[in-house]
């Protein structure tokens, strides 16, 4: 069960380039359930997530090189690419995604929990602007298939 | 982990009607590894199976009929057909195909064990001929795209 909360930002920390970040190009192949492929530096995936917002299962699932090139030629919508900074924050992980190509200027950061009760009991840092946990517009399924809206 | 033998069949138990009997459709958008959609009767399955013959790890996750069907349509090679009978047989349940379509006339058994150990033991009824369990000819996945084999 994945269980996690996303915010917009729009002012980013300083020394970025301090933290580990990842180069990761995902696209979709049904959104409900979420299909999903990934390649995240020299490793491929494919996801699949059950419906929900807040919390939902997950499974990721190793591809080699060819079959997710392959997969790729399937997708629907475009390509997302991003750049995401893993940066620790308390005794989590805030994934800060960068995104490039046609949803550049979009900035989310995502802060994956153990438990529903640490979701609710998390306190964002100053730089989070609105949370959208709940806006399934900020779904990265959503915006594949929807890149006019921004 | 699935761990199971396949079989090759040229003479049908008798009164197959008795045992339970499941109507399967099934096709492929990934091979290496398997990447498969599958209705079976009224449920829907998306199933990730990675390389192997003898023992593969498997994953099956429900889909919609709307994801299935979307999925379907970016399916590589046919969309495979068959009755799936069940029969009890010893400790086990043998998975009897009959294929329809293009494939009519192959009629496949499988049976699926709890170990490797309970695989090599495993003593065929009478009525199974040639195993095929390492003749990758014989995995659905490849039926589906070479259905000129046969």
Redesign the interface.
């Known amino acids: 069960m994945e269980i996690e909360r996303k915010f917009l930002i729009q002012h980013l920390p300083d020394h970025l380039e301090q933290y580990p970040c990842l180069e990761i190009q995902q696209a979709y192949?049904?959104t409900?359930?979420v299909?999903r492929i990934r390649r995240q530096n020299t490793e491929y995936y494919?996801t699949?997530k059950?419906a929900g917002l807040l919390a939902r299962e997950e499974?990721n699932?190793?591809?080699?090189k060819?079959?997710y090139e392959?997969?790729k030629s399937?997708a629907d919508g475009i390509v997302i690419t991003k750049k995401r900074y893993c940066i620790p924050y308390l005794s989590y992980t805030i994934e800060l995604d960068l995104f490039e190509g046609a949803l550049q200027d979009l900035i989310l950061a995502e802060v994956e929990f153990p438990s529903r009760q640490a979701a609710l009991d998390f306190v964002p840092p100053r730089w989070f602007a609105k949370e959208v946990t709940y806006d399934p517009k900020y779904q990265n399924s959503y915006l594949a298939l929807h890149t006019q809206c921004f």
Chains 1, 2 share one sequence.
């Open positions: 192949l049904s409900k359930p299909v494919l699949y059950s499974y699932l190793p591809l080699t060819e079959s392959h997969l399937k």
